[in-house]
Structures are given as structure tokens and as C-alpha cells.
């Protein structure tokens, strides 16, 4: 079973700083993806990465994956409250998903 | 587009009562569902793998006989947690996806709380 670290696994920042978080395995992930989880709701998707060396932006977070593939990192700039929520990466193949413990983001006013 | 909706979203129940979730695919059919489970403060734990129309797949260490899962229907499938026990307290997940290796699509989850 592959596993999936995070770190941080908590991180409190004030608004305006920014944060990278990351997600590293024991092997080659074939894809994967970062989720926003807010208490008492579901995981939301945010980018799917698939190709080593692939960077995406999404407004104000930058997915790196890395050349080999076995590890990830989400950089927030310039963070805001409303950030705040557990980030979660997982890896998605062969119909098999399993998720990272989950860094725990709190971005204060 | 590709709306989960899971019910009920909390429910309190006495020890030894079973209870039902029902995770439903409102826009799309899911040939594949997955289903959750998340402690305070900690990551999803995946249960099991429904598919529809055959046996649940379990995770090792997950009884499937204590956690009923039906996949009748390529909108619906359900979770029983039965003969429940305050250790089944927690906030169950559904995901479901279209097709092999298509993107997940996250229910909004229950709260268990047993008493």
C-alpha cells in the first residue's frame, strides 16, 4: 500500500503570508489530486496533476508535481481567511483512491 | 453539473438501532461509488468500493457485515451501520464517479452520532 505523508500537518497563519504545504510518497503516484475539505462538508477538488514536472494555478494556489512523480506541493500566496480548511492530497489510480492525512490550513484576520 | 447529495446530513441514534445513508448521484450515473469514513480532525478513511449492480468491495479491517452496502441503482447507494455502537460515532463520506478512473464527485456527508 502506497503511503501518502503530509506536512504540515497544521499550519496557522495570518492573512497576507504565504504557505507551501506538501505531499510526498514511498512510490510513483500515477495522479493526483489536492482536495479543500471544510468542517461538517465533503472534499472539493481543486487540480488533478498527472505529468511530472506539471505546475497549475488556480487563482492563488500553485500545484507543483514533482519530475518523478513522488511528490507534490500546494503554495498559497497572499492567503485569506477564507482559505482556512483541511487540504488534503490523494492518489487516484486503478480505481483505488487513498488520501494523505491532510495538512489543517488556519489563515487568521 | 455533478451533484452528490447524501442523506441524512446529521442523525442521533440509540446503541444497538441500525441506521441508513443513502448517497444519491442527482445529475449523472455512477457505476462507482465509494464510501468514507472521517474521525475529528483527521483524513478520510476509505471503507469500501460499490459498484453497481455487484458486492461491495471492504478495506481490510472494515466489517461487512456491521456496514451494509447496497449499489442497486446507478444513482443511489446506501450505507447501513447496524447494531451501532458509540465507536461508530463519526462523519461518513460518499464519492461517486461515472466511469473507471473518472473524476470523484464528493457528497456533503453525515454525522453519526450514537448515544
Known amino acids: 500500500t502506497q503511503l501518502l505523508e503530509q506536512s504540515p500537518q497544521f499550519l496557522s497563519i495570518q492573512e497576507g503570508e504565504n504557505l507551501t504545504v506538501y505531499c510526498n510518497s514511498s512510490?510513483?503516484?500515477?495522479?493526483l489530486q489536492w482536495y479543500r475539505q471544510e468542517p461538517g462538508e465533503g472534499p472539493v477538488l481543486l487540480v488533478t496533476v498527472v505529468t511530472g514536472g506539471e505546475v497549475k494555478k488556480l487563482k492563488r494556489l500553485t500545484f507543483q508535481f514533482g519530475d518523478a512523480r513522488k511528490d507534490s506541493s500546494l503554495h498559497i500566496t497572499a492567503a485569506q481567511p477564507g482559505d482556512t480548511g483541511l487540504y488534503l492530497c490523494a492518489e487516484y489510480n486503478n480505481n483505488d483512491m487513498r488520501f494523505g492525512a491532510g495538512t489543517r490550513l488556519t489563515v487568521k484576520p | 453539473g455533478a451533484v452528490v447529495s447524501q442523506h441524512p446530513s446529521w442523525v442521533i441514534c440509540k446503541s444497538g438501532t441500525s441506521v441508513k445513508i443513502e448517497c444519491r448521484s442527482l445529475d449523472f450515473q455512477a457505476t462507482t461509488m465509494f464510501w468514507y469514513r472521517q474521525f475529528p480532525k483527521q483524513s478520510l478513511m476509505l471503507m469500501a468500493t460499490?459498484?453497481?449492480?455487484?458486492?461491495?468491495?471492504?478495506e481490510q479491517g472494515v466489517e461487512k457485515d456491521k456496514f451494509l452496502i447496497n449499489h442497486a441503482s446507478l444513482t443511489l447507494s446506501t450505507l447501513t451501520v447496524t447494531s451501532a455502537h458509540p465507536e461508530d460515532s463519526s462523519f461518513y463520506i460518499c464519492s461517486a464517479q461515472t466511469g473507471y478512473n473518472s473524476p470523484l464527485h464528493f457528497g456533503n456527508g453525515t454525522r453519526l452520532t450514537v448515544t
Open positions: 460499490s459498484n453497481e449492480g455487484s458486492k461491495a468491495t471492504y
Open positions: 512510490s510513483v503516484f500515477s495522479s
